[in-house]
């Protein structure tokens, strides 16, 4: 590095808020808390920046870099932007973070608003790869519905993730906190695994969250993931949202698990109205969403062979408990035809011999 690219370590922290240890100030090593762990816990000074190389390392979480990477981590903007940054006349210090709790410092997703907005504008420049599309003709979806429900591929390169983020940022659309987005070494990208992406949305139609349906899941019960980018670099965490499809005019609700699943067996019963958590024990929401809904029945069509395992069971029945305690709703189980898993594989059973 040239002499006059050097660009002091601890300049750089100070400008991006760091808190530094003033006893330390006039060591060739100065402490600050670090801003990527936390410390672990207030008062305690992990990150050690080094005066002469210019280089920062936490010695708890082994984040590690150089001014510029610092910055542009801590900022959120890529490393071009962060040397500019840097270099500019005129340095305006922010007031240190103090440290805090994991759980205080988490970031919490946009406002729905936001993040639908910001959610649709991504799923306009993504397409459906042909194998998730046939995957879904399979399920019993027509091609007129898997456009309407934009499902769409998670982008299979770095480069394309690096793009996607790019073209948002463009058109306006801030990425901090909006889950599924994080920066890695200054860029901002997507994260998450290969698969495509299933829009979780509310009553009113507005896209909460995404969920992942996973091209290689290590185990079957792990086939779908929250697109999320908690603990990442500017990062933010999903919550399990629940999903709303079909006619929400209907006065009864079936209420299955997954967003996909609701989807296809809507579609499949003509559009009849399905409320879908994300997990048997992701109840959180679920009440509201029922009676915001205004709905006067619930006929449970959870699958078929959750009750063998316990688990499971005590799950279903914590959330049957539940929906039970909402008053002037009636609650009732649908059975159907125990060869079938899931309310889908019937009604797609159905469909076939009608
Ligand atoms: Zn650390």
């Known amino acids: 590095m040239k002499q006059y690219d050097k660009i002091p370590i601890v300049d750089a922290a100070r400008r991006c808020g760091v808190a530094l240890a003033s006893r330390t100030l006039k060591h060739r090593e100065v402490e600050a808390t670090c801003p990527f762990c936390h410390d672990h816990g207030p008062g ?12 920062y390392r936490c010695n708890l979480c082994g984040a590690h870099g150089n001014s510029v990477t610092l910055y542009a981590r801590l900022m959120g903007v890529t490393n071009r932007e962060a040397y500019q940054a840097l270099t500019r006349e005129g340095k305006v210090y922010p ?32 397409t459906l790869l042909p194998r998730h599309r046939e995957n879904l003709l399979e399920r ?31 058109s ?24 495509f992406l299933i829009p979780v949305r509310s009553k009113d139609g507005l896209i909460q969250g995404m ?78 969403t029922l009676k915001d809904l205004g709905v006067t029945q619930v006929v449970e069509a959870m699958d078929m062979d959750q009750m063998t395992n316990p688990d ?9 408990r539940e929906v039970q305690a909402i008053k002037g709703l009636k609650y009732t189980k649908y059975t159907w035809d125990p060869a079938y898993k899931g309310v889908d594989d019937y009604l797609l059973s159905r469909a076939a011999v009608m």
């Not at 305690?44 to 280089?55: A, C, E």
């Not at 591929?153 to 790019?166: K, V």
């Open 211 to 288: 969920k992942i349906r996973l091209d290689d899941a290590d185990k079957p019960s792990r086939k779908y993931r929250w697109l999320s980018s908690r603990d990442r670099p500017n990062g933010t965490r999903s919550y399990s949202w629940v999903h709303v499809t079909g006619d929400t005019t209907q006065k009864r609700a079936f209420l299955t698990e997954g967003p996909l699943k609701g989807d296809v067996a809507s579609y499949l019963a003509h559009d009849t109205l399905f409320v879908c958590v994300g997990g048997v024990n992701a109840i959180r929401g679920l009440k509201g």
């Open 172 to 195: 306006g659309h801030e990425l901090l906190g909006l889950p599924g987005f994080r920066t890695y070494y200054g860029d901002w990208t997507i994260c998450g695994p290969k698969g």
């Open 140 to 170: 019993g979806l027509s091609e007129e519905r898997i456009a309407r429900n934009q499902y769409r591929s998670m982008p299979e390169t770095d480069a394309g993730r690096r793009l996607l983020a790019a073209l948002l940022r463009s």
């Open 312 to 320: 499971v069971r005590n799950a279903v029945l914590a959330m049957r």
């Open 44 to 55: 305690k000074y992990h990150l050690s920046l080094n005066t002469s190389t210019d280089l």
């Open 95 to 126: 007031m240190p973070r103090q440290a805090k709790a994991r759980t205080e410092t988490e970031r919490q997703p946009m406002p729905l608003e936001r993040r639908h907005e910001a959610y649709t504008s991504m799923l306009e420049h993504l």
